[in-house]
């Protein structure tokens, strides 16, 4: 298994106590597995992506990304852990608005010190952003600026891609022109793929689908 949980558990503080979000989640993801994760606002999707990513520690359990288990790495081991086999798509973009559209594709692979130019060429001509890459993402549409996302996670050739809410912020045309876009580049990679969604027209594109409900999985 690529990614495991193993009966992860997470509360968060709030004015009577702690509120838990994640009760005990048991799961595994191979490689070249897709995966959708599904459930309503508030059911701990986000949380558990987090944990998965090594951005957010678990209560209790155990988180093994490559083998390796994220609680019982230190933060700069699981930072060094994340620039090299994981990577993250976000909702918002989240591209660095300072640099150029090049410069954001090449960020993640950078990081890693895996820069491949052919690699990323491909990825750019694939995602149609050949004339984009001196552009800021400012000027960039939201389609566009999501493409340059998708680039920049996979310009590393991360073995593990979280995806959260993906497409959320476009429109249903963009979105699904998107979404074959990445479904392509992530199945050349080899990568397994995790996306929170709460569409179901995106989860029934992957291989399996989990349905978090109450921090439970249903």
């Known amino acids: 298994m690529l990614l495991e949980f193993e009966s992860v558990q997470k509360s968060f503080p709030d ?3 702690s ?5 005990g989640v ?6 070249g597995q897709k995966l959708a994760l599904t459930g309503e606002s508030g059911s701990g999707k986000s949380t558990l992506l987090h944990i998965a990513s090594g951005l957010e520690a678990p209560d209790g359990g155990a988180v093994r990304v490559c083998g390796q288990d994220l609680t019982q790495l230190d933060d700069s081991a699981r930072a060094a852990l994340r620039r090299s086999e994981i990577a993250l798509i976000f909702q918002q ?3 660095i608005p300072s640099l150029t559209v090049a410069a954001n ?3 993640q692979a950078q990081l890693s010190g895996k820069v491949d130019h052919a690699h990323i060429d491909h990825l750019v001509s694939a995602l149609g952003l050949t004339d984009q890459m001196k552009k800021y993402p400012e000027t960039l549409s ?8 998708i680039a920049r996670a996979l310009a ?3 073995k593990l891609l979280l995806a959260d809410e993906p497409t959320g912020n476009l429109d249903e045309a963009t979105a699904a022109d998107v979404l074959d876009q990445m479904m392509r580049l992530v199945a050349e990679t080899g990568a397994a793929l995790m996306v929170v969604t709460h569409s179901p027209i995106i989860a029934a594109r ?4 989990m349905h978090l409900r109450s921090g439970l999985l249903a």
């Open 19 to 23: 509120v838990p979000v994640l009760r």
């Open 105 to 107: 594709v090449a960020f």
């Open 142 to 149: 939201g389609g566009q600026q999501q493409r340059v996302a």
């Open 156 to 158: 590393a050739k991360p």
């Open 93 to 95: 973009f989240n591209l």
């Open 15 to 17: 004015s009577e106590g």
């Open 26 to 31: 048991t799961f595994g993801l191979s490689a």
């Open 206 to 209: 992957m291989d399996s689908q």
